[in-house]
């Protein structure tokens, strides 16, 4: 096989490279916010929990509703401006989950999750960062209407992006979780896993939540020792994606692996194994004769694996 196989042009990685700019100067100011509010041009995402509500179009789905339109569909808790799309604003809405539940028995509109309309391509690729950005914040404000400092209820300012509290004048600002996902490698050969959640046929890289007090190298060195056993030296960044289920941020590594012995954490992996790299491009291209897969093209362990197969990945 060729070290380059046919794959096509490299698709986007999912959630990644918003073309809203996030105008945070405004974020503070009560005049803007309201005239920005008032704007004809004014459009909002409308999600409820892991709901994103889509109109139905002609050939597609349309993300965006007019605020009329957002308020006619019932309560919404907390409003966010996500930013300015050419001038035009940019909010995001989060529905009540009963709200969003009604929302699926109107047959102009489309209820689902964020993950299927990713991978099945239901909205123009331009909305996925947003909705990401907008799903992760609206999540975070729904786990901390009450302040961890003090229990007293917290108030959201900043146009959604910090929330402060009363009591303790605490300021909460939205969090991130760094989650390292990596693919160890010797010679020309990688480990891939499967966990439990995956259906049956897809192997994808390791990956595991980031500790305080560690650094993204010392992560992926104890995530792929806890999980299959590997032992890891050098550790080279690739690539980062937004995931926001509920508000992670994907560090993607390759991992040069010390030792070749696999022992699996079977509380974590459901399996683990050394791949080659015909086998992985086989299953790249959806070719593999067991059918086995990675993941979709949306994931940053799609593109993590391609790296590979295509040669791109220097360890000098
Ligand atoms: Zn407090």
């Not at 803007?32 to 179009?57: C, F, H, K, P």
């Not at 404000?141 to 929330?163: I, K, L, Q």
């Not at 897809?202 to 992560?219: D, K, N, R, V, Y």
């Not at 954490?265 to 299953?283: K, N, P, Y």
Request: proline residues 8%; contains cysteine.
């Amino acid at each position: 096989m060729s070290p380059h196989p046919p794959f096509g042009p490299k698709p986007r990685l999912g959630y990644t490279a918003s073309i809203i700019e996030r105008a945070s100067g405004m974020r503070a100011d009560t005049a803007a916010l309201a005239a920005l509010q008032n704007d004809s041009n004014a459009r909002t995402y409308l999600i409820g929990g892991e709901m994103v509500a889509l109109n139905r179009t002609a050939n597609s789905h349309d993300p965006l509703f007019t605020l009329s339109q957002a308020q006619a569909f019932g309560p919404t808790a907390e409003t966010i401006f996500i930013g300015l799309r050419h001038d035009a604003p940019r909010f995001a809405r989060a529905l009540e989950p009963k709200t969003a539940e009604a929302l699926k028995a109107q047959p102009e509109l489309l209820v689902t999750d964020l993950r299927s309309i990713a991978v099945k391509g239901l909205v123009d690729s331009e909305h996925l960062p947003p909705l990401a950005e907008a799903k992760a914040l609206l999540g975070w404000h729904a786990r901390h209407r009450f302040c961890p400092n003090c229990g007293a209820g917290t108030n959201v300012v900043e146009a959604g992006w910090r929330r402060d509290c009363p009591s303790c004048q605490f300021q909460h600002f939205p969090r991130t979780d760094p989650v390292v996902i990596m693919l160890p490698f010797s010679g020309d050969s990688r480990v891939l896993g499967r966990s439990y959640r995956f259906v049956n046929s897809m192997w994808s890289c390791l990956a595991g939540s980031m500790e305080p007090g560690e650094t993204i190298e010392e992560a992926v060195r104890r995530e792929t020792h806890e999980e299959c056993g590997v032992v890891c030296g050098r550790v080279r960044y690739f690539a980062s994606q937004p995931w926001p289920f509920p508000s992670s941020l994907m560090i993607g590594c390759h991992a040069e692996a010390l030792s070749r012995e696999i022992v699996i954490d079977r509380t974590e992996l459901d399996d683990a194994r050394w791949f080659e790299r015909d086998e992985v491009a086989a299953m790249l291209m959806r070719h593999h004769p067991n059918e086995l897969t990675t993941p979709p093209e949306v994931a940053i362990a799609y593109h993590i694996i391609r790296a590979w197969v295509e040669g791109e990945v220097e360890f000098g």
